[in-house]
């Protein structure tokens, strides 16, 4: 009790640089956010959503009655408009057609003999999730009499959605038509539809997803809540309990401790658990249907932290109630000389050195190497290496699998920002070592540098030689990524009130100013009222920084744009890629914008595809 002005004067040092280093960080990044959508030619410019579309059939040409409507209306140049068509039930279809588009069929494939099974649906599963559509001979998919007239015939039979992206020629235009719209609204067969501004990149949009309303998907945000609370509680009955039941009937006499196998599997555990909960958090997240990859990687990073912390809380409770048990039994003692059992005060106990010492090494052993190495240490192997010799394998033994088909097994990853949600995590176990586990903090921060520094570094060379792209749409994730730092930020403030307190009393466990529900009232105030006023800083300060930062320069046009970005709010859309061709009669079609093979997009500035690969032209040139 000495020494507690220093763990208080460290944590106010804690608390007040990881606040005003948080609101500079969010200055920073919102201002270089805001510069590059400036200097840049973004298409949300010259977009516009268009919401509240009646129902109208695929063999009507909705892109130009949509486009008349618009213009009409508006009285401004409309370069086109690209439908949100309910697919989702065809996605499959949709996406064969498009290979078959790109690489017309070599006749009936051959027989996949010699796998069945359990093993086939493996294979099936994973070839799914590369996006890897074998042909089905059974549907008769790649034989004869299936080909353009089966493709017309499936796009006419589909449904709009109530959502379309209007694409304007200017961004005046565009900012024309939003007024207008405002005011009176757009008439499209007797309904009154709206504009809105997109702040999206279309590269990120999710086609298939429109089907689902904002009413269905807090439904199945409901249901992977669900999940993830049954997720936890399994992995806990099922798993930990067994294993902290072990270590707490394992004889400690004679300073006896478990071996090296007992910490072994503690790592394996937590290793395991992190990911399940990233599994249930993903499929959860996707689950959701959102229409952009943005938004699910926001739904993603949310409910992953959430479990995790959920999954901590329960881990370090059971391990403190089995610690405390364990001690009491053999007579532990606390500092003034009492038995551990004997104290009837929570405060009392959770102050005592025996339970912060047991409770903390637990939460630095969850820290490192559970969860600062392991798993990234692990994902090289699981995340390249392992989805290239899966592919090796089923390339080599399945016939079926070539072309096209061939170059999707081998293709490389996507880079997602999941990512915050793994640093905000880490950063949280940090920010509860002072109040918990003080005697372990310069370990602790030591690890979590190290960890950062490695991941910051296997980051950068996955991206740069490992990934196929790194697409983020606009800043919304890191926006949430800075609006999460305020749980860590928020536990020093809470740590602070926990230390102060202690420094108020004497060497008397429990004999501080506060006392019981006081204490733990005082706490959990002091992280709320932190958290409401970061959050309100980085809304009213923070975001602010970003419109005064903006040059204000007005885009050049639609067709500037378009000419230097391959992936438009056309050139994305499957269906109106085949629209364009077996519905439209465009003459060359829309190509669909493919990461890597942008030199086969063919210009038409009659329909605002207006890019061409420059090491294509450049060869053609030659």
């Given at each position: 009790?000495?020494?507690?002005?220093?763990?208080?004067?460290?944590?106010?040092?804690?608390?007040?640089?990881?606040?005003?280093?948080?609101?500079?960080?969010?200055?920073?990044?919102?201002?270089?956010?805001?510069?590059?959508?400036a200097e840049e030619e973004v298409m949300t410019r010259y977009v516009a959503i268009l919401e509240g579309l009646p129902k109208m059939k695929g063999s009507?040409?909705?892109?130009?009655?949509?486009?008349?409507?618009?213009?009409?209306?508006?009285?401004?140049?409309?370069?086109?408009?690209?439908?949100?068509?309910?697919?989702?039930?065809?996605?499959?279809?949709?996406?064969?057609?498009?290979?078959?588009?790109?690489?017309?069929?070599?006749?009936?494939?051959?027989?996949?003999?010699?796998?069945?099974?359990?093993?086939?649906?493996?294979?099936?599963?994973?070839?799914?999730?590369?996006?890897?559509?074998?042909?089905?001979?059974?549907?008769?998919?790649?034989?004869?009499?299936?080909?353009?007239?089966?493709?017309?015939?499936?796009?006419?039979?589909?449904?709009?959605?109530?959502?379309?992206?209007?694409?304007?020629?200017t961004q005046e235009g565009r900012d024309k038509a939003l007024e207008t719209a405002k005011a009176s609204g757009i008439q499209?067969?007797?309904?009154?539809?709206?504009?809105?501004?997109?702040?999206?990149?279309?590269?990120?949009?999710?086609?298939?997803?429109?089907?689902?309303?904002?009413?269905?998907?807090?439904?199945?945000?409901?249901?992977?809540?669900?999940?993830?609370?049954?997720?936890?509680?399994?992995?806990?009955?099922?798993?930990?309990?067994?294993?902290?039941?072990?270590?707490?009937?394992?004889?400690?006499?004679?300073?006896?401790?478990?071996?090296?196998?007992?910490?072994?599997?503690?790592?394996?555990?937590?290793?395991?658990?992190?990911?399940?909960?990233?599994?249930?958090?993903?499929?959860?997240?996707?689950?959701?249907?959102?229409?952009?990859?943005?938004?699910?990687?926001?739904?993603?990073?949310?409910?992953?932290?959430?479990?995790?912390?959920?999954?901590?809380?329960?881990?370090?409770?059971?391990?403190?109630?089995?610690?405390?048990?364990?001690?009491?039994?053999?007579?532990?003692?606390?500092?003034?000389?009492?038995?551990?059992?004997?104290?009837?005060?929570?405060?009392?106990?959770?102050?005592?050195?025996?339970?912060?010492?047991?409770?903390?090494?637990?939460?630095?052993?969850?820290?490192?190497?559970?969860?600062?190495?392991?798993?990234?240490?692990?994902?090289?192997?699981?995340?390249?290496?392992?989805?290239?010799?899966?592919?090796?394998?089923?390339?080599?033994?399945?016939?079926?699998?070539?072309?096209?088909?061939?170059?999707?097994?081998?293709?490389?990853?996507?880079?997602?920002?999941?990512?915050?949600?793994?640093?905000?995590?880490?950063?949280?176990?940090?920010?509860?070592?002072?109040?918990?586990?003080?005697?372990?903090?310069?370990?602790?921060?030591?690890?979590?540098?190290?960890?950062?520094?490695?991941?910051?570094?296997?980051?950068?060379?996955?991206?740069?030689?490992?990934?196929?792209?790194?697409?983020?749409?606009?800043?919304?994730?890191?926006?949430?990524?800075?609006?999460?730092?305020?749980?860590?930020?928020?536990?020093?403030?809470?740590?602070?009130?926990?230390?102060?307190?202690?420094?108020?009393?004497?060497?008397?466990?429990?004999?501080?100013?506060?006392?019981?529900?006081?204490?733990?009232?005082?706490?959990?105030?002091?992280?709320?009222?932190?958290?409401?006023?970061?959050?309100?800083?980085?809304?009213?300060?923070?975001?602010?920084?970003?419109?005064?930062?903006?040059?204000?320069?007005?885009?050049?046009?639609?067709?500037?744009?378009?000419?230097?970005?391959?992936?438009?709010?056309?050139?994305?859309?499957?269906?109106?890629?085949?629209?364009?061709?077996?519905?439209?009669?465009?003459?060359?079609?829309?190509?669909?914008?493919?990461?890597?093979?942008?030199?086969?997009?063919?210009?038409?500035?009659?329909?605002?595809?207006?890019?061409?690969?420059?090491?294509?032209?450049?060869?053609?040139?030659?």
């Amino acid at each position: 009790m000495e020494l507690i002005w220093t763990k208080v004067s460290w944590l106010a040092f804690a608390y007040a640089f990881s606040f005003v280093g948080a609101i500079c960080y969010g200055i920073q990044q919102t201002k270089m956010f805001a510069r590059v959508s400036a200097e840049e030619e973004v298409m949300t410019r010259y977009v516009a959503i268009l919401e509240g579309l009646p129902k109208m059939k695929g063999s009507e040409k909705v892109e130009e009655i949509l486009k008349d409507a618009v213009a009409q209306a508006c009285r401004v140049e409309v370069v086109g408009v690209s439908v949100c068509w309910d697919f989702a039930e065809h996605r499959d279809q949709v996406m064969h057609a498009l290979e078959d588009a790109e690489e017309p069929s070599e006749g009936q494939a051959p027989d996949q003999s010699g796998i069945f099974g359990l093993e086939a649906a493996i294979t099936n599963r994973v070839l799914n999730g590369w996006h890897v559509h074998l042909p089905d001979d059974a549907h008769g998919h790649g034989q004869e009499g299936h080909g353009d007239a089966h493709t017309k015939q499936l796009l006419q039979s589909l449904e709009t959605t109530s959502t379309a992206y209007v694409v304007f020629a200017t961004q005046e235009g565009r900012d024309k038509a939003l007024e207008t719209a405002k005011a009176s609204g757009i008439q499209v067969n007797g309904a009154t539809c709206t504009l809105r501004p997109d702040c999206y990149a279309p590269e990120g949009i999710m086609w298939a997803n429109f089907h689902v309303t904002e009413a269905q998907r807090g439904g199945r945000l409901f249901t992977a809540s669900v999940n993830l609370l049954l997720a936890c509680a399994a992995w806990t009955v099922l798993l930990y309990i067994p294993y902290a039941y072990y270590m707490a009937t394992f004889s400690y006499a004679n300073g006896d401790e478990p071996g090296e196998f007992s910490e072994s599997i503690f790592v394996c555990l937590v290793v395991a658990s992190q990911i399940g909960l990233f599994v249930v958090s993903s499929e959860g997240a996707k689950h959701a249907a959102y229409h952009n990859e943005d938004q699910t990687q926001k739904a993603y990073t949310v409910m992953y932290n959430a479990a995790l912390i959920l999954n901590l809380i329960m881990d370090i409770s059971l391990q403190a109630v089995l610690s405390y048990l364990l001690m009491v039994g053999v007579g532990a003692h606390v500092a003034d000389g009492r038995l551990l059992g004997s104290l009837t005060n929570f405060q009392e106990i959770f102050e005592s050195y025996p339970i912060q010492k047991s409770v903390g090494k637990l939460l630095f052993k969850y820290c490192w190497p559970c969860t600062f190495l392991v798993p990234f240490l692990a994902e090289p192997f699981v995340a390249q290496w392992l989805p290239w010799q899966t592919a090796k394998w089923l390339v080599g033994a399945n016939p079926k699998i070539k072309g096209e088909n061939a170059e999707k097994a081998f293709e490389l990853g996507e880079m997602e920002q999941g990512r915050y949600a793994d640093c905000i995590f880490n950063v949280i176990l940090v920010a509860c070592i002072p109040f918990i586990a003080p005697a372990y903090i310069h370990l602790t921060f030591g690890a979590l540098i190290v960890s950062h520094l490695y991941i910051y570094c296997f980051d950068q060379v996955a991206v740069l030689r490992y990934k196929r792209k790194f697409n983020f749409c606009g800043s919304e994730v890191h926006w949430l990524g800075m609006q999460l730092f305020a749980i860590p930020v928020g536990i020093f403030a809470a740590g602070l009130v926990f230390k102060g307190n202690q420094m108020s009393g004497n060497d008397t466990l429990g004999s501080g100013y506060l006392g019981g529900y006081q204490l733990w009232g005082a706490m959990a105030g002091a992280a709320i009222v932190h958290a409401v006023l970061h959050l309100a800083v980085l809304e009213f300060f923070v975001k602010g920084c970003g419109a005064s930062s903006s040059t204000g320069k007005t885009g050049a046009g639609y067709a500037a744009a378009a000419r230097v970005n391959p992936a438009t709010h056309f050139s994305t859309n499957p269906v109106y890629c085949l629209r364009s061709k077996h519905v439209l009669g465009h003459s060359p079609p829309q190509v669909m914008f493919v990461a890597g093979k942008e030199h086969v997009i063919q210009a038409n500035p009659k329909i605002g595809a207006y890019y061409i690969d420059s090491s294509a032209s450049s060869k053609i040139a030659r």
